[in-house]
């Protein structure tokens, strides 16, 4: 059973940092991370692409990076400069011989 495990959410005040783990328990082909908030869909946030280039966001672009360790297990979110609005459950997902898997989410609220 292929799991993946995100850490390191918690409450931050605005203009602040938090970084982001998910670990999983297999070598994955590629790690996205997404966020989602009550009431709305789950919302692409960071990526690989194909050619191993990355994409952001608009909302996140210049504040968040999407990095990995190189051997597709972990990934990291580095969150600066978090404002109210970033406040979601984050959840990373991973892509392993065509299939999609989930991690369970980690919450980041932002807030003074």
């Known amino acids: 059973q292929v799991q993946l495990v995100e850490s390191g959410g918690g409450l931050v005040q605005p203009g602040g940092s938090l970084r982001l783990s998910c670990a999983a328990s297999?070598?994955?082909?590629?790690m996205d991370w997404y966020r989602q908030v009550p009431g709305k869909e789950r919302e692409l946030v960071a990526r690989?692409?194909?050619?191993?280039?990355?994409e952001y966001a608009a909302s996140v672009k210049g504040r968040f990076t999407i990095s990995t360790d190189g051997a597709k297990n972990t990934v990291y979110l580095q969150m600066n400069s978090l404002k109210p609005d970033d406040t979601a459950v984050y959840y990373c997902k991973g892509i392993r011989y065509g299939r999609a898997y989930w991690g369970q989410g980690t919450q980041v609220t932002v807030s003074s």
């Open positions: 297999a070598s994955m082909w590629r």
């Open positions: 690989f692409t194909d050619s191993g280039n990355t």
